[in-house]
């Protein structure tokens, strides 16, 4: 693989494969969770692989004592990125609804502008509402969940390409914290989505992808012929 060298070339090349791939990597160089980000479910979609570089908008309770942003964050939305909205972790649970915000954090006319200034995607770490306007644009969309009421009577805009924390579930503790930072990769499709640092390991992951996807086709060819699973993992997954 030839060098990748900017965000359109890495996210060109990141979406010729899947968040699974993406985690096959990462927990190859240590990172246990894979870049997951839990409890996501792709509310409307494009057929292939969304890629792009984290735009990260936080909400937070109208009692929050940090001022609110007056700048509308869907205006300013980069072409090639992927919008990331969420809220303090004080106002996440690690039980269902996964957070304690009611209202939809986000909607469709959001979706609308944002696929017009090019963007590829949208996470939301909360509730989205307008069903039928994102699928109907066939722009991308993950959410916790779904709801009918806008979020300005609840929440306020506290922040704009900050990093923001993620509460998931842990198996040693009770909980985990995951931080998506402005400019980390975020890769999603119908399996979820994940998240990549853009960091002195990425081209490290990078490199590692096509190599593994290379051998778990192999171990395919060879379990449909009859060989054990095991074996086949082993042989070709112990030559990269």
């Not at 894979?34 to 570089?53: C, D, E, Y």
Request: one cysteine or more.
């Amino acid at each position: 693989m030839s060098k990748l060298t900017t965000a359109k070339e890495v996210s060109t090349f990141l979406s010729k494969f899947t968040p699974c791939d993406a985690s096959d990597a990462l927990n190859k160089i240590g990172i246990k969770h894979g870049g997951f980000i839990p409890n996501l479910i792709q509310r409307s979609a494009i057929s292939s692989t969304s890629v792009g570089k984290a735009y990260t908008v936080l909400y937070a309770p109208k009692s929050d004592p940090r001022p609110e942003i007056k700048t509308s964050y869907i205006d300013q939305v980069p072409e090639g990125s992927f919008v990331v909205i969420g809220v303090p972790l004080t106002c996440q649970s690690i039980e269902a609804p996964y957070n304690k915000i009611n209202n939809a954090l986000y909607g469709g006319l959001m979706s609308t502008r944002a696929q017009y200034l090019k963007a590829n995607g949208t996470v939301v770490l909360g509730r989205i509402r307008d069903l039928d306007e994102h699928q109907d644009l066939q722009y991308p969309v993950w959410s916790y969940g779904v709801g009918t009421s806008a979020p300005g009577p609840l929440v306020k805009l506290v922040g704009i390409n900050v990093p923001i924390d993620v509460k998931v579930n842990s198996i040693n503790e009770p909980f985990e914290v995951i931080t998506i930072n402005p400019g980390d990769y975020i890769i999603g499709d119908k399996n979820g989505i994940v998240k990549l640092d853009d960091d002195d390991k990425l081209a490290e992951v990078l490199e590692y992808i096509p190599k593994r996807v290379e051998a778990d086709t192999n171990v395919s060819n060879d379990i449909k012929k009859g060989k054990p699973a095991k074996e086949s993992q082993n042989f070709w997954r112990g030559k990269i």
